[in-house]
């Protein structure tokens, strides 16, 4: 079964709107934790936001929110008021503490109209 | 340093020869994790180390792959014998000891194997 699983190869949004990205999991560790990074075209991973499995409130930076179900073991990425630098891969990640592994999705492409 | 820093940012190989990619994790960190990605898409897991020791090896494709992180030296990942499916961006990311720690990534080296 797949650790990470990302249904939305690609999403498109307008400028200044807010967009979620989808990201289930499959773990039956205890204790783990959920990440979003970014991609550029540019290459380099950029790491956004973080979420552990013992959180009770919902991540946030900035423009960036985690939306965490951990009974649908869902964890979405919200991006509020998109901007065009927003276009990018987006990979939601998952790291199981007992086996110290790190799981990737295989990424959704978000590209934002102006 | 503050910084994964991995060497070179190219390399190019003709089928069946040699190459050699090196990283340097953050200083202080205790994890060192390889990846293969392949036109953007999925990570690939190949290799983590715990300091000097490979912790999980599961999936290095042995037979031509291999990798070492000795102390006071950039860690390294070997492949012998380049194949053409071997043409991706393989990244280097290290961690802090610590269930809750996200991965820092260097910037990749892309190699295209002809």
């Known amino acids: 079964a797949q650790k990470i699983t990302q249904t939305q190869p690609g999403m498109f949004v307008q400028e200044k709107e807010a967009v979620t990205l989808d990201c289930t999991y499959d773990?039956?560790?205890?204790?783990?934790?959920l990440f979003w990074y970014k991609q550029p075209s540019s290459g380099e991973m950029i790491f956004l936001i973080y979420?552990?499995?013992?959180?009770?409130q919902n991540a946030t930076e900035g423009r960036y929110s985690l939306n965490f179900q951990k009974a649908r073991k869902s964890a979405n990425l919200v991006i509020s008021a998109s901007q065009l630098g927003d276009s990018a891969m987006y990979f939601c990640?998952?790291?199981?503490?007992?086996?110290?592994?790190?799981?990737f999705g295989s990424g959704t492409k978000l590209n934002v109209k102006p | 340093g503050e910084e994964v820093a991995q060497t070179p940012k190219h390399l190019v190989r003709g089928e069946g020869q040699k190459a050699k990619l090196y990283c340097a994790p953050i200083?202080?960190?205790?994890?060192v994790f390889w990846y293969q990605q392949v036109l953007k898409n999925e990570f690939k897991f190949l290799i983590s180390?715990?300091?000097?020791?490979?912790?999980?090896e599961t999936g290095m494709p042995k037979e031509r792959f291999s990798a070492k992180c000795l102390p006071n030296s950039p860690c390294s990942l070997e492949i012998q014998a380049t194949k053409l499916e071997d043409s991706a961006v393989y990244f280097c990311?290290?961690?802090?000891?610590?269930?809750?720690?996200?991965?820092?990534f260097g910037s990749g080296t892309q190699l295209s194997v002809l």
């Open positions: 773990t039956s560790d205890q204790s783990y934790g």
């Open positions: 990640a998952m790291r199981e503490y007992n086996f110290n592994k790190f799981y």
């Open positions: 979420q552990g499995s013992y959180d009770e």
């Open positions: 990311a290290s961690s802090q000891q610590g269930g809750d720690e996200k991965l820092f």
């Open positions: 180390f715990q300091n000097e020791n490979v912790f999980d």
């Open positions: 200083k202080g960190h205790s994890y």
